[in-house]
C-alpha cells in the first residue's frame, strides 16, 4: 500500500521564525509531489510542487530527496497567515488520485 | 484558475436517508473526478474515481452499492450516500484533474460536510 508519513505536530511558533516540516514515502516508483495547504474545514489548496532540485516560492522552499524517499517544505520569515495543515502528498495513485499524509498543523502565534 | 464546485456545503439528515451530492467543473471539462473523504484528524482518502461515461472505479473497502457514484456528464460527477448511518459522518471532498503544458494539476471542490443523526 502506497503512504505518505507525516509528523503531525503542532508546531508552534512566533511570527518570523524559520519551520520545516518533512515527509517521508513508501512508493518508489512515484515521479512527482507536492505540498497542499489546508485551512479549518476547508479543501485543501495546492501550495508548490516538489522536485529533486529544489523548488522555491518566495519564503517556502520544497525539496526532494529520491534516495531516500523524504520530502521537506521549508517556510521562512513565517506569518500569522501561515496558520494551517501543510499534506505532504504523492502523485502517484494508480487512478491518477493523490495520496495525502495526514498533514502537519502550523501554528504561528504573534 | 480552474474551479470546481460542490453542493450542497452542509448537510445534516437522519439515520437511513440517503444524501446526493453534487461536484462541477465550472470552466473545463473533466473525464475524471475523484472523491475523497476525511475523517477528523485523518488524511484526504480515496474513495473512488468516477469516470464521464462508464462505471466508477472504487477503492479496496468503499461500498459501491452504499456510495452510488454518477458521472453523466463532462462537468458533472454525482455521489449519493445512501442509508446513511452515523458512522458515514465526514467531510467529502471532490477534484478533478486539469492538464496544461503537458502538466496535471488537481483542482478540489470546497467540499461537503456530512452530519447523520
Known amino acids: 500500500r502506497k503512504e505518505v508519513e507525516q509528523d503531525p505536530g503542532p508546531f508552534n511558533v512566533p511570527e518570523g521564525a524559520t519551520v520545516a516540516f518533512n515527509c517521508t514515502y513508501s512508493n518508489s516508483a512515484s515521479q512527482s509531489f507536492f505540498w497542499y495547504r489546508q485551512d479549518c474545514r476547508k479543501e485543501p489548496k495546492l501550495l508548490m510542487s516538489v522536485y529533486s532540485s529544489g523548488n522555491e516560492d518566495g519564503r517556502f522552499t520544497a525539496q526532494l530527496n529520491r534516495a531516500s524517499q523524504y520530502i521537506s517544505l521549508l517556510i521562512r520569515d513565517s506569518k500569522l497567515s501561515d496558520s494551517a495543515t501543510y499534506l505532504c502528498v504523492d502523485n502517484g495513485g494508480s487512478q491518477g488520485n493523490l495520496i495525502f499524509g495526514k498533514g502537519t498543523k502550523l501554528s504561528v502565534k504573534p | 484558475g480552474a474551479v470546481v464546485s460542490q453542493h450542497p456545503s452542509r448537510v445534516i439528515c437522519k439515520s437511513g436517508t440517503s444524501v446526493k451530492i453534487e461536484c462541477r467543473s465550472l470552466d473545463f471539462q473533466a473525464t475524471t473526478m475523484f472523491w475523497y473523504r476525511q475523517f477528523p484528524k485523518q488524511s484526504l482518502m480515496l474513495m473512488a474515481t468516477?469516470?464521464?461515461?462508464?462505471?466508477?472505479?472504487?477503492e479496496q473497502g468503499v461500498e459501491k452499492d452504499k456510495f452510488l457514484i454518477n458521472h453523466a456528464s463532462l462537468t458533472l460527477s454525482t455521489l449519493t450516500v445512501t442509508s446513511a448511518h452515523p458512522e458515514d459522518s465526514s467531510f467529502y471532498i471532490c477534484?478533478?484533474?486539469?492538464?496544461?503544458?503537458?502538466?496535471?494539476?488537481?483542482?478540489f471542490g470546497p467540499g461537503t460536510r456530512l452530519l447523520v443523526l
Open positions: 477534484s478533478a484533474t486539469i492538464r496544461t503544458s503537458g502538466q496535471e494539476t488537481q483542482y
Open positions: 468516477s469516470n464521464e461515461g462508464s462505471k466508477a472505479t472504487y
